[in-house]
């Protein structure tokens, strides 16, 4: 049996992964850190939508959970705009849907209009939901990561290794988009 410590096709077939997508070592790895970053994104959500509602009675998705602490960052107002580019979306329609269901919640306000320019800003409630979740993230997360040897340093590799693989996607969206097929 293989102990894991084999060469990347080797360590895939002895988990029983026949990635479709991989025919060479290289191809292997990227299919198992596309899968790695898959369970992980929705681990993550999972975490923020229970923490949240450990400290809210509300039923928030993680994006709109990400989408309050990011109104939060830095305590200044942010628009729609700074919203899709500091969460690297594009997709308007679902922002704002999550920006109406965290004001119905009573969590963020909207003030401006079209002509001066319209901004998002978290509530009181909105920042007592958001300390009280800091406060749940130390004593769950944090703390369970500080328990992990050398983990600081892991983390620092892998945020470094995730802005990277963000930026080639990017680079590698825009050059498939090139390449769409047509349907006409």
Known sequence: MNNGEGPPRERQEALGRNWHLARTPTEVDVAEIEYALMCAYEAFGRWQAECLASVIDIAASGAENAMLHII???????TIKDLARMTNRED???IQYSLRKLIKAGLVVREGSGRSGVTYSVTASGRAATDRYADIRAALLIAAIDSVPDFPRKL?????????????YEQVARVAATHRHSNR
């Open 92 to 94: 308007i329609p679902n």
């Open 72 to 78: 939060r960052m830095n305590d200044r107002p942010k």
């Open 156 to 168: 620092e590799d892998a945020t470094r290794t995730l802005e990277l693989l963000t930026g080639i």
